[in-house]
């Protein structure tokens, strides 16, 4: 029979308060706990990135001092805001994660920081390895990178008790598409940067072609595919692999 002297404890994910129209409020402890977690990835990733480059700040004359930092900041920055978007998930298989689901609103708060510290850096003090004058914010990459900063300064300013009022049942929604959308800029931000060149430079290329082209040969590879044969042209061709000249 069930114990009638235990007090049921609510049992909700995180922003269920917010769903219903209540901010989660002030403790001292969760931010203590979020902000233990931020020191604990900034050893870990500082630890990875001083071993790997072989400085902090001492930077050599060819990189600029808060370059390595500057890694380890978002890293963790990164890090903590991936793991807000997949706490809930994670918690429904395994239990281990179902404490952490509590920390949830504060370890994505001191994550964007994080990444606001990253922005704002970035721009002011890479000067050696990326010049103002080269970071072109109508490209893809920085362009990401500031969508993602809007996005974060959005999510942060949004999360008082004022803004749940205000907002109600539009907060829970805006919060978990702001947080998607973030993490999307930011993995087109770094990818772009990082590992695409060569794809990314092919696909533009081909986005820029003229409509009416690209219209020409959309329709062309359509007869091809339908009849073996180009009407206009009059002869035959082979099916082309996925609709595209390679
Ligand atoms: C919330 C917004 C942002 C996020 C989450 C973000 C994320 C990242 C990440 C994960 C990296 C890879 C770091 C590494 O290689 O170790 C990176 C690199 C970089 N980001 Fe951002 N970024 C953001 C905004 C911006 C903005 C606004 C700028 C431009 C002012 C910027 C400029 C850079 C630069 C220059 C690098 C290369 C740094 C390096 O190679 O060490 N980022 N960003």
Redesign the pocket.
């Known amino acids: 029979m069930a114990d009638q002297n235990i007090i049921p404890q609510a049992v909700a994910p995180a922003g269920a308060a917010a769903k219903r129209g209540r901010a989660k409020p002030f403790s001292f402890h969760d931010y203590a706990v979020a902000i233990g977690i931020a020191l604990g990835l900034t050893l870990f990733f500082g630890v990875y990135d001083v071993y790997r480059r072989g400085y902090l700040f001492n930077a050599p004359p060819t990189a600029d001092p808060f370059?390595v930092p500057?890694?380890i900041i978002?890293?963790t920055?990164?890090s903590m805001?991936a793991f807000t978007f997949l706490i809930s998930p994670l918690a429904r298989y395994f239990n281990v994660f179902h404490q952490m689901v509590r920390y949830r609103k504060e370890i994505g708060i001191i994550g964007g920081y994080f990444?606001?510290v990253?922005?704002v850096g970035?721009?002011l003090w890479?000067p050696l390895?990326?010049p103002r004058s080269d970071?072109d914010f109508t490209g893809v990459i920085?362009s990401a990178?500031?969508a993602?900063?809007i996005v974060?300064v959005f999510l942060l300013l949004i999360t008082s008790q004022k803004a749940v009022d205000l907002l109600r049942n539009r907060w829970w929604f805006l919060h978990r598409w702001g947080l998607r959308f973030?993490i999307l800029?930011?993995g087109i931000?770094?990818y772009v940067?990082?590992w695409s060149h060569a794809w990314v430079a092919w696909w533009i290329a081909r986005w820029r072609q003229p409509a009416v082209r690209r219209t020409r040969e959309w329709l062309a590879t359509r007869a091809r595919n339908a009849h073996g044969s180009v009407p206009h042209l009059g002869r035959r061709h082979p099916p082309l692999r996925n609709g595209f000249h390679f």
């Open positions: 370059f500057n890694k978002i890293a920055g990164l805001l990444a606001l990253h922005a970035s721009y890479l390895k990326y970071m920085y990178g500031l993602a900063t974060a973030l800029f930011a931000h770094v940067m990082k």
